[in-house]
């Protein structure tokens, strides 16, 4: 399976705590990308870092990508308890004409007011 | 809206059953996926439509899942002769690879749960 892992797979911190996951995968990549999914249903894209960048910064989150380890991390600094959600990193297929996503396992977040 | 829509948002039916989800994805965005997330899994890739191209169906599961975009924009996925193991939440994204940067961000629509009694 092309499928990439995240740990942990559940988190249970405080409000105003930071809130880190990891992610590895297993192929070379264009770019790596976070998503998050409240309650099962949708996704909604967070941020996406390039395979020449090593780290990327979108408010409250930061990413950090190193490919010779093929892997990521997403911190999520002060978190808020609508930061309760499932996050998943996902790696475009690599070559050929489908740019469908690779998802990871997923981290559940559980911030706790 | 601006997003993507997909309809039904649930659907019960029953073993046996035929049943069709649809997206509508966003406008002017060219390429069109569908992904099945089952209960406490991740994404699973399905399908893959990219304007005027063959579709990659690579990842349908069974000869009973089909899927078709009409008019370049949108969707149906079918599911025949439905199984309890069909039961899951149905995401469509779409987006609009550019230039340069061809994996584009994805946007999800709210997804259809399916469930199969």
């Known amino acids: 399976s092309q499928q990439g892992e995240e740990d942990p797979q559940a988190l249970s911190i405080q409000e105003g705590e930071n809130a880190t996951m990891n992610c590895s995968y297993k192929t070379s990549i264009n770019n790596l990308q976070w998503y998050r999914q409240n309650s099962g249903r949708g996704l909604v894209h967070l941020i996406l870092?390039?395979?020449?960048?090593r780290e990327k910064h979108s408010g409250r989150l930061r990413v950090t990508l190193d490919t010779s380890k093929k892997s990521s991390s997403l911190l999520i600094t002060a978190s808020r308890a609508a930061d309760t959600a499932s996050y998943f990193c996902a790696t475009p297929s690599y070559g050929g004409a489908t740019n469908k996503l690779i998802f990871g396992t997923g981290t559940l977040l559980a911030v706790q007011p | 809206g601006a997003g993507v829509s997909q309809s039904p948002s649930n659907k019960v039916t029953e073993k046996g059953k035929d049943v069709e989800l649809r997206c509508d994805p966003i406008s002017g965005h060219t390429a069109l996926y569908w992904y099945r997330q089952s209960l406490g899994q991740g994404l699973e890739f399905l399908i893959y439509?990219?304007?005027?191209?063959?579709?990659?169906k690579s990842g349908l599961p069974s000869d009973r899942f089909s899927a078709e975009r009409t008019g370049g924009s949108v969707s149906t996925l079918t599911i025949q002769r439905t199984q309890q193991e069909d039961s899951a939440v149905y995401l469509c994204a779409s987006s609009h690879p550019s230039g340069s940067v061809p994996y584009n961000e994805q946007f999800f629509g709210p997804g259809t749960r399916l469930t199969v009694l």
């Open positions: 870092i390039r395979s020449n960048e």
């Open positions: 439509f990219q304007g005027n191209s063959a579709p990659d």
